[in-house]
């Protein structure tokens, strides 16, 4: 487990939150999972079962410690990347009846803590859906401030890098009745060279020109344009968090990649 600083615990007071299956931040409660055929095994167990069953197997085959090891692991163990396992956190939190806020914050803010490769690549994907905020981003408050934007009625973002178009998206009343903010963004940091990896955080500039209301299938134009910029403090395949700023303390979401929610939910997902 990862522990968790005086300030983190400073700002859950202040009321950050864990965006759920009910609307009871303070709870951070989620619905039981569906009934699967793995149901009643403990997670631990379902994600070691398979490697208890190749033990057995090189066991049965006579096979002494010395080919055991490289047999399962490899030649060489890997480090342990604190990112990583960060990410892994927050993946595995999601997947729980209850989700336990201060966890939730220590796994953040070891992604917070050290800088992480950028591909911009990866931005791409979506949509991807806000799943824990501490305050609200710039951009959010053109598409739904986070007192509308419950679980029930999520907040999501969708960019396209070969475009490098945005659309910020949030229902208000279901998949009926929701708000659109759409644009353009632009990561101000320069390609890195051959043979470079880009790393963390990387400002964004977003443009937006463009707002929408959509009522029940009718679409009303609102008058929403404007430019903000946020950092992007960590990113892999399906888990990223964006900032407002580089300080500590700045308003801050985790989004995780909407067709990868499901089966986190369902405790179902590969690591």
């Given amino acids: ?6 300030a983190s615990l400073q700002r859950l007071q202040a009321g950050p939150r864990v965006s759920k299956w009910s609307p009871d931040y303070s709870r951070c409660s989620m619905p039981r999972q569906a ?3 793995q149901a009643g095994r403990p997670r631990a167990l379902r994600r070691i079962a398979p490697r208890l069953g190749r033990i057995a197997r090189v066991q ?4 002494d410690v010395d080919e055991i090891f490289p047999r399962l692991f490899g030649s060489q163990l890997t480090p342990i990347n604190p990112l ?10 999601l997947g729980e009846e209850v989700v336990n806020c201060a966890e939730m914050a220590g796994y953040v803010d070891t992604l917070l803590a050290s800088p992480g490769p950028f591909d911009e690549r990866k931005l791409g994907g979506g949509p991807w859906q806000v799943v824990y905020s501490r305050g609200t981003l710039l951009w959010q408050g053109w598409s739904a ?9 999520p907040a999501s973002q969708n960019f396209d890098p070969e475009h490098r178009s945005a659309v910020n998206k949030a229902e208000v009343f279901g998949r009926n009745v929701f708000v659109t903010a759409s644009g353009t963004y632009s990561p101000a940091a320069k390609p890195p060279a051959e043979g470079e990896t880009l790393l963390t955080p990387v400002k964004v500039a977003v443009t937006i020109d463009k707002g929408a209301l959509h009522w029940f299938g009718k679409e009303i134009s609102l008058p929403i344009k404007g430019k903000a910029a946020f950092y992007v403090m960590y990113l892999d395949d399906n888990v990223r968090v964006f900032q407002n700023g580089k300080k500590p303390g700045s308003s801050l979401v985790v989004q995780v990649r909407h067709d990868v929610l499901p089966r986190l939910r369902a405790g179902t997902f590969e690591f």
């Fill in 84 to 93: 990583q396992q960060a990410a892994d956190g927050i993946r595995q939190a």
């Fill in 145 to 153: 401030p986070g007192k509308v934007a419950k679980f029930e009625n």
């Fill in 1 to 6: 487990m990862v522990s968790v600083s005086a």
């Fill in 60 to 63: 049965a085959a006579g096979s």
């Fill in 35 to 37: 009934p699967s055929s």
